[in-house]
């Protein structure tokens, strides 16, 4: 399915979300306070936008399995020049092909939801940190003001299909997107799994009124 939307899959993320992707993005960058020096694994990292916005880590792992997302990241990252620090690989984010303690922060932007078991990805990306590491996962919510809950429902269960259908050309895509959601578990049980993989300090912060979460942690 991925692979079936990745050669619209940038056009549909700025518009579906109004151009507000890359604030989100922007701020998970941030909350991991980068100095220049790290290794950044970014997980589910899809056409390489978090990998490519990283510009103050040292250098980045993006991991994806889909691999015609990761052709399209890697013509970006050729493009940006930045083919020098940021390496693409193709793997399965509960099996992360990386070492024991070997990157200082980690990664996941819209993905965690697709995972099979996103608790095994979560103890995975603790196994490849170092004590101390950061983490910032962004996902999906549902905001609770009400009036701004219901319009956005109705947009996300009927709107945002009924669009992406329509520039993408895959039927079942931009319906698996709110069942996805849907499914995934809410922000309170969502940190407990982060700290159960062995993370602490795990914050799940709102953003957008709720549209997003960032989780926010620090590996133990």
């Not at 790290?38 to 980045?60: I, N, S, W, Y």
């Not at 399995?65 to 193709?90: C, E, P, Q, S």
């Not at 979560?122 to 009400?146: T, Y």
């Not at 319906?175 to 407990?192: I, K, Q, R």
Request: hydrophobic residues 50%; glycine residues 10%; aromatic residues 10%.
């Amino acid at each position: 399915m991925f692979d079936a939307i990745a050669p619209r899959y940038d056009l549909l993320n700025h518009l579906l979300s109004a151009g507000i992707d890359r604030r989100w993005r922007a701020r998970a960058i941030r909350s991991l306070h980068l100095t220049g020096r790290e290794v950044l694994l970014d997980v589910c990292t899809g056409t390489a936008d978090v990998a490519l916005q990283a510009v103050r880590a040292a250098r980045v792992l993006g991991v994806d399995f889909a691999g015609a997302m990761l052709a399209i990241g890697w013509r970006k990252v050729r493009a940006a020049g930045k083919a020098d620090t940021i390496a693409l690989v193709r793997g399965d984010a509960a099996r992360l092909p990386v070492g024991d303690a070997t990157v200082d922060a980690a990664t996941v932007a819209f993905g965690i939801r697709n995972v099979e078991r996103p608790e095994l990805a979560c103890a995975e990306m603790a196994r490849a940190m170092r004590r101390g590491g950061r983490l910032a996962i962004l996902e999906f919510g549902m905001p609770r003001v009400p009036g701004i809950s219901t319009l956005y429902r109705w947009y996300f269960t009927y709107l945002l299909p009924t669009v992406g259908r329509a520039v993408s050309g895959h039927g079942a895509a931009y319906s698996y997107l709110p069942a996805s959601v849907g499914a995934f578990p809410p922000p309170a049980d969502f940190v407990s799994i982060l700290e159960r993989a062995g993370f602490s300090d795990v914050r799940a912060v709102p953003l957008s009124f709720g549209i997003v979460y960032l989780y926010t942690g620090v590996r133990r």
